[in-house]
């Protein structure tokens, strides 16, 4: 199910958890700046990713997530 892009890959399966920690301790008003997602060129699912997002008060989150990674 993770390289099946119809359903979101890694970023639906295992991206979520980042984001939900960044929202839960930096607030809803979280703005996403940038976002670098690698695609499996082979299936087009998303297999990791990372985002930098801020709060309107200037704190920074950098969130990474993927399949390759080792935690």
Do not use: Q
Request: one cysteine or more; charged letters at 15%.
């Amino acid at each position: 199910m993770r390289y099946r892009p119809d359903i979101g890959g890694a970023l639906l399966d295992m991206g979520i958890y980042p984001i939900r920690a960044a929202l839960y301790y930096l607030g809803p008003a979280l703005e996403v700046l940038h976002v670098v997602l690698r695609v499996r060129a082979r299936t087009g699912a998303v297999v990791s990713g990372r985002i930098l997002a801020c709060t309107p008060g200037g704190v920074t989150a950098d969130l990474a997530f993927g399949m390759e990674h080792s935690y």
